[in-house]
């Protein structure tokens, strides 16, 4: 540098982008500008909330009917839990907003067992009332 603060010749100097020229417009050319071609901002900003899972019905009522079939009635409740637990499937794949695939596997596994123990039981009954003696 010099004595007036200015960079001698040897040294680089740095690089500055040149500003772009400035467009100044008159009011007769905004007044012939079409108003289909002047984007408007909207009245109101719409902001969509963020859309969480939210939990399906059938697959918790699969889950009820599944889970109070194995000590109740689990002859005509594992049915049901079958019957909610396959309409939760249906309805799980065709909306990917929904939760609730574990209550769905966990109801079709207690229906199955609701209904396999019910049939044990019955059968069970069913030959051991055979077996007894008349009198």
Same mark, same amino acid.
């Given at each position: 540098?010099?004595?007036?603060?200015?960079?001698?010749?040897?040294? %680089?100097?740095?690089?500055?982008?040149?500003?772009?020229?400035?467009?100044?417009?008159?009011?007769?050319? %905004?007044?012939?500008?079409?108003?289909?071609?002047?984007? =408007?901002?909207?009245?109101?900003? =719409?902001?969509?909330?963020?859309?969480?899972?939210?939990?399906?019905?059938?697959?918790?009522?699969?889950?009820?009917?599944?889970?109070?079939?194995?000590?109740?009635?689990?002859?005509?409740?594992?049915?049901?839990?079958?019957?909610?637990?396959?309409?939760?499937? =249906?309805?799980? =794949?065709?909306?990917?907003?929904?939760?609730?695939?574990?209550?769905?596997?966990?109801?079709?596994?207690?229906?199955?067992?609701?209904?396999?123990?019910?049939?044990?039981?019955?059968?069970?009954?069913?030959?051991?009332?055979?077996?007894?003696?008349?009198?």
């Amino acid at each position: 540098m010099n004595a007036s603060g200015e960079p001698s010749e040897n040294q %680089v100097r740095p690089f500055a982008a040149p500003s772009p020229p400035a467009i100044y417009i008159t009011a007769d050319e %905004v007044a012939s500008i079409p108003e289909s071609a002047i984007p =408007r901002p909207a009245r109101y900003l =719409r902001v969509d909330a963020e859309q969480k899972p939210h939990l399906s019905g059938k697959a918790v009522a699969a889950l009820a009917f599944g889970v109070f079939g194995v000590p109740a009635v689990g002859i005509l409740l594992g049915w049901f839990a079958l019957l909610f637990a396959f309409m939760a499937w =249906r309805d799980l =794949r065709k909306d990917a907003t929904l939760k609730g695939e574990g209550m769905t596997i966990a109801a079709t596994v207690l229906g199955l067992f609701d209904l396999a123990l019910w049939a044990v039981l019955l059968t069970y009954c069913w030959l051991a009332g055979l077996h007894l003696p008349r009198g």
